[in-house]
């Protein structure tokens, strides 16, 4: 039984898209509807509609990938009416924002909430790639101040999409900013390990064109920066839910994520290459492991890993 319950919904299953990955569109949303995700999250959205960066902008490499996207998205009013129309009793939908100043934000979430959709909000804290917008969760008192000012504007409970931190310093610094909001409810780790470089050696070019080539990284590269973001803002976090991304291309990363305290798991790469029928195999592998090992529901095991 892979089944769950996060923010009073039901899902099927803990697995969903990471948010950039099969969802810019309706026929890429609509796949993931009829996939066997037990959720699914919208693109990262902006005010106005916006092309993103030059192409090519997204690369698989033999550990991962690379991208440096530029938040190419249809626009905040298209994703706010996709998850309008969308039918929450055949799953649950998130929708996530990343506007490009505190303003934007603000002006996007008075429009989701008045439109008073069931949609969960995941607020992107941790884009990489737009040139001259650093990440926002790295900076503490700009998050701070965000989270304050979307409090304020917004009436449920919500996410943030972190990006992954590598100090302990840092985990307890987030992680201490995060816990004033108690409307902030689950917090998802990790977006891309960001501005990364990736080299062909033949050609002795660099991958993509965005910004000399430097981009977010993810897949087998980011497995264990993603365990370890997990785990740390799980043992910090205790009136929070943690989202887990990062690595899964297998039903044992999904469980070594839900093990580290994870209550639903995110596909980014691996999702990119292999397409929405990967969810039916991630599905089989997980409940092979559980019935291998004897668990019978995710609470079996779910923030359950052991320490030396
Ligand atoms: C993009 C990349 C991200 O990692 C993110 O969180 C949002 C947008 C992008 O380049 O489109």
Redesign the pocket.
């Known amino acids: 039984d892979l089944s769950t319950r996060f923010l009073d919904c039901a899902f099927a299953n803990p697995l969903m898209n990471a948010?950039?990955v099969w969802c810019y569109d309706q026929t890429e949303l609509d796949a993931l509807n009829l996939s066997a995700a037990g959720a699914y999250v919208t693109?990262?959205c902006t005010l106005e509609p916006r092309a993103?960066?030059p192409e090519p902008?997204y690369k698989a490499t033999p550990l991962g990938s690379i991208?440096?996207?530029?938040?190419?998205?249809l626009g905040y009013r298209f994703y706010l009416d996709y998850v309008a129309k969308h039918d929450y009793a055949r799953k649950p939908l998130f929708m996530?924002v990343?506007g490009l100043s505190l303003e934007d934000n603000l002006a996007m979430v008075r429009e989701i909430k008045a439109a008073n959709v069931p949609a969960i909000m995941e607020l992107?804290l941790?884009?990489?790639?737009?040139p001259g917008k650093p990440q926002i969760a790295y900076d503490f008192d700009a998050m701070d101040a965000m989270l304050a000012a979307v409090c304020r504007e917004y009436d449920k409970p919500f996410g943030v999409?972190m990006p992954p931190y590598f100090d302990i310093a840092h985990f307890d610094a987030a992680a201490e900013i995060l816990n004033r909001y108690p409307q902030v409810a689950f917090v998802t780790c990790i977006?891309?390990i960001?501005n990364a470089l990736a080299i062909d050696t033949e050609t002795e070019t660099v991958l993509i064109k965005p910004k000399d080539g430097f981009?977010?990284i993810g897949g087998d590269y980011v497995l264990p920066t993603a365990l370890a973001n997990v785990n740390a803002f799980f043992r910090r976090c205790p009136d929070k839910k943690v989202i887990g991304c990062g690595g899964v291309k297998t039903g044992e990363q999904v469980f070594q994520h839900l093990l580290a305290g994870a209550s639903l798991v995110q596909v980014g790469t691996a999702l990119q290459e292999e397409g929405p029928a990967i969810f039916a195999r991630l599905a089989d592998e997980l409940a092979a492991l559980m019935a291998k090992k004897g668990y019978k529901t995710l609470g079996d095991f779910q923030g359950k890993l052991k320490t030396l």
Do not use: T
């Open positions: 948010s950039g693109k990262s993103g960066n902008r991208n440096s996207m530029g938040l190419p998205n996530s990343a992107n941790s884009c990489p790639n737009v999409k977006n891309s960001g981009g977010g």
